[in-house]
């Protein structure tokens, strides 16, 4: 693992928030299933002292995670898409709450893996796209889910009209 500053405003000054839950500094695959029994457990989560933002520290390099985060299968998840979706849909309802009705709006999901809440949100009349990792992994039936770099997204993504959001 390797001790960073803070993303944001680069400073090294921060408060623990959260102790670390992993049982050790190894980074396995599996931990990055949705459904794997070890799901939560994570390294020490601090708060920076100047600018608020909340991140790992230490973590692991950022090329571990994305090769393991790339490497994952999740085949309980894919089985149980039908629960997915139903979970999905209560979430898009409590968004709406907060933000209103789709009306055709833009909504991104970062971190899509198949793309379910794609494929609901998108039949809920939002614009939906994605990002994953994980190559080759497309919702079945609507929106899109683009990798993860946003440099290769499509431009309607990187740059909507203000009157998409």
């Known amino acids: 693992m390797i001790t960073v500053n803070c993303n944001l405003c680069g400073r090294d000054e921060y408060r623990v928030r959260f102790p670390a839950t992993a049982e050790s500094d190894a980074l396995h695959v599996d931990a990055f ?94 614009r939906a796209q994605g990002s994953s990792r994980q190559p080759g992994r497309r919702p079945r039936r609507a929106g899109a889910v683009w990798p993860s770099t946003p440099a290769r997204w499509p431009r309607s993504i990187c740059r909507p009209s203000r009157s998409t959001w």
Do not use: K, M, S
């Open 33 to 126: 299933r949705c459904t794997h029994a070890g799901y939560g457990h994570h390294p020490q989560i601090v708060e920076c002292c100047h600018c608020g933002l909340v991140y790992a520290n230490p973590r692991w390099p950022t090329g571990t995670v994305l090769d393991a985060y790339t490497a994952v299968e999740d085949e309980t998840y894919v089985e149980e898409r039908h629960g997915r979706e139903l979970t999905f849909r209560h979430h898009l309802r409590q968004i709406e709450r907060i933000v209103g009705p789709a009306d055709g709006r833009a909504l991104l999901d970062v971190g899509a893996y198949i793309g379910v809440f794609v494929e609901v949100a998108a039949a809920a009349g939002w």
